[in-house]
């Protein structure tokens, strides 16, 4: 056993995005001396996209690299300690409880984890090169530089219907490109947008390519039935709404996960079914998923976590 595995912290925190920075945060003004353990993306989904207009504080907006810059030397000033590494398992058999990173591992008593969702994309070269160029998968964070402009929404669950709908308040006309010849998506959404006059629904129809060099200038779509690709030049955005999932990997044969691998729990907390081990953020919310609600439920867990370990320091 080496000597960083004998260690024992109090609070360990996985992902660094707004959650697990708040936690981080609240944890170290509490004197608990928190580790950070960055994951593979640090500073979470905010990285990837470009201004931020919605986080309360930013009177102009904020680049959303640039709020999470700030938000970590914020953390940093009150004695966090951050790890460039990724939480690979845990053994919650016996407390302290373990854990095993890519580069090493440790023990902590009480385990925050806050390593958030990553929207799904289709996976194609062009549309990951034009990421915040006009492929977006959020429309909230995106849709208002849409003004005017024909964009395109891939998917057809409740996500696609819900981001076609407020994207039609900016854009000029919505194209939802959906890849059968049903939604996925409950009755009354799929209503909400055959209701809309700004929608339109192209069935069968998928993305088989995304056209621009520094900025979407096209798609091409391939036609289900006929298999023929035709590029649509009017389309200047493209959101991918196709679903998120939930990075659970190490954590989920371990705790009460929903059948997509959402962590469980407990209503009006961040509590896991693990004693001491807590979930906020993305990875255990996937209704809200904004940087606001994530750093909200980041504090809730280095609260409950600072409580637990009262409570367990005092025989409780
Ligand atoms: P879903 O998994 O429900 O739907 C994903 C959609 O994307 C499906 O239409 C699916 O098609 C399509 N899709 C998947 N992969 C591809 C691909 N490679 N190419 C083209 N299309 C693809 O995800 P959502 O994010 O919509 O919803 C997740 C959960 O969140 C659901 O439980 C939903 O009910 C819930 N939610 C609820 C909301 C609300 O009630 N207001 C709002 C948003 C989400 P196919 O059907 O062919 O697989």
Redesign the pocket.
């Known amino acids: 056993m080496s000597a960083d595995e004998e260690r024992i912290e109090d609070v360990v925190i996985f992902g660094s995005g707004p959650a697990g920075l708040t936690a981080a945060l609240y944890a170290a003004r509490a004197n608990l001396e928190p580790v950070v353990y960055e994951g593979v993306e640090p500073g979470g989904q905010l990285m990837t996209t470009t201004e931020v207009e919605n986080f309360p504080g930013f009177e102009n907006g904020i680049m959303g690299p640039e709020l999470m810059e700030t938000m970590r030397k914020q953390v940093a000033r009150f004695g966090t300690r951050f790890v460039l590494d990724e939480c690979t398992g845990v053994d919650f058999s016996e407390w302290p409880y373990r854990f095993t990173t890519s580069q090493g591992g440790g023990r902590a008593r009480t385990i925050i984890i806050a390593t958030g969702a990553s929207a799904?994309y289709?996976g194609l070269e062009n549309e990951l090169r034009l990421r915040g160029h006009g492929v977006s998968a959020c429309a909230t964070c995106d849709g208002f530089f849409f003004r005017g402009v024909e964009i395109a929404v891939?998917?057809?669950?409740?996500?696609?219907c819900?981001e076609a709908s407020f994207l039609s308040r900016f854009a000029s006309k919505v194209h939802m490109?959906?890849?059968?010849d049903a939604?996925?998506?409950?009755k009354i959404?799929q209503q909400r947008v055959f209701d809309n006059d700004k929608i339109e629904i192209h069935w069968k129809a998928?993305v088989v390519d995304v056209l621009g060099d520094e900025q979407v200038e096209g798609i091409r779509v391939r036609n289900g039935d006929t298999g023929e690709e035709t590029d649509w030049r009017h389309i200047k955005g493209l959101f991918l709404?196709?679903?998120?999932r939930p990075n659970s990997g190490p954590f989920i044969e371990h705790l009460d996960h929903d059948e997509?691998g959402y962590i469980i729990t407990k209503p009006d907390s961040t509590a896991t079914n693990v004693p001491g081990v807590f979930a906020c953020g993305d990875v255990q919310d996937?209704?809200f998923r904004q940087a606001v609600t994530a750093a909200g439920t980041g504090c809730m867990a280095a609260l409950e976590a600072e409580r637990w370990l009262e409570a367990r320091a005092a025989g409780g």
């Not at 891939?154 to 696609?160: I, L, N, P």
């Not at 490109?177 to 059968?180: A, E, G, I, T, Y």
């Not at 939604?183 to 409950?186: H, Y």
């Not at 709404?241 to 998120?244: D, L, N, S, T």
């Open positions: 799904k289709l891939v998917g057809g669950g409740d996500s696609a819900e490109l959906v890849r059968r939604m996925r998506a409950s959404m998928e709404a196709i679903g998120h997509t996937h209704t």
